[in-house]
């Protein structure tokens, strides 16, 4: 028998108590679950869910909207993913400055034990076939009406900029995007700490920046998609193409930790990306920033016959289809856009092209792009 005190009987030993540590040792080992991720809303503008080409958006399912424009459902703009939606190509009604489409959620207050909420959609901006070109917009308001934040697509710069509420300054991103090619947009808000950040196709557009520096309240209204015709009197027929528009929340997460009897607790990187991660190429081009700040909006020597920039909506009355002030679907002068593609604007470029990403001439129509430093 080994002495107690021998080499054979401290192996023994050692073996012995890590034998037994193996079970504890395998729980301990198994990191914290995932925040669970509840839907808030979610659409994909399909006609399962009752979307039909032959109507605008506003109107559809509780879609509401305020101005006017050019709205609606088209079927495969984006090849292989069914129906999507658009804003913009047909000009708004005399008086109206833009056109404001959203679905109202009205989530308030927010959950504070899942305060984190995620909208995401897929997009694309289709160019004009005259010399003018107006903005695109994402804004979230609460519930309350008040606009929280707005990311702006500037299809004259093909730029991204965002507004913050209490202002009507818009700030650079640094970032610029392309007609044609498909889009991911991510907006992630910690209604907890009232912040919000931003991506589009995993390329960072902002980070951290307040939700309200007005003291609005914190609670989510909704997200709206909006066309803002940068001259009213000359709007361009560029439009924006929308799809899997989705909100979610979830808690916070955290970081799970990992036991190893070795070396104690130890924190490894959280497994709850709020963006993912993308196994293509971005077709997302980042400008460097002008150390003079943000460049000024639209100046000499392209002129306008209105030169307001607000990122907010006028008013809170929603519009349908059988109002004055959004076109009907069946006159004549409101075409969908995919009815005139072929013919006027080649929207459908070459859709392979579109698909890729590679925003080239090549991958489109032969169509020339006019200056965009000139005034038609």
Known sequence: ?????????????????????????????VPR????????????FEASEGYTTNLDLVGQNGCVGSGSGGNGIVAEFFPGLGQQAYVGFTPPSTNDSNLVVWQPINLNPVPTNTPIVS?????????????????????????????????????????????????????????????????????????GRGRWSAALSG????????????????????????W???????????FMVFDNYQLTR?????????????SGWTTVPRCCASTGSRTTASPLTPRPTSPTGPPSRRTSPRTATSTTRTPTRSGRASVSTADAGCPDPGRSDHAHP???????????????????????????????????????
Not at 206 to 219: D, G, I, R, V, Y
Request: aromatic share 8%.
């Open 119 to 191: 909208f995401s959609a897929l997009m694309g901006i289709t160019d004009s076939s005259n010399t003018n070109w107006d903005d695109f917009y994402w804004s979230v308001y609460n519930s309350q009406g008040d606009r929280l934040f707005t990311l702006d697509f500037d299809n004259y710069y093909l730029e991204v900029n965002y507004a913050l509420d209490g202002t009507n300054q818009f700030v650079s991103t640094g970032a610029t995007f392309t007609n044609g090619p498909i889009y991911t947009l991510t907006l992630t808000m910690d209604f």
């Open 250 to 262: 979830q808690a916070v997460p955290r970081p799970p930790r990992l036991c190893n009897p070795l």
């Open 33 to 44: 679950p995932c925040s669970a991720v509840t839907s808030i809303y979610a659409t994909g």
């Open 338 to 376: 995919s009815d005139r593609e072929q013919t006027r604007l080649c929207l459908a470029y070459n859709l392979a092209g579109l698909v890729s990403g590679a925003g080239s001439e090549a991958g489109r129509c032969s169509q020339a792009r006019r200056p965009r430093n000139k005034e038609g």
């Open 1 to 29: 028998m080994a002495h107690p005190h021998s080499k054979g009987a401290r192996r023994l030993l050692t073996g012995t108590v890590l034998l037994l540590l193996l079970p504890l040792a395998a729980t301990l080992l």
């Open 228 to 238: 803002v015709p940068y001259d009213l009197a000359n709007p361009g027929d560029n």
């Open 203 to 226: 390329v960072v557009l902002a980070t951290n920046q307040p939700m309200t520096t007005t003291n609005a309240p914190l609670n989510l209204g909704d997200v709206d998609a909006v």
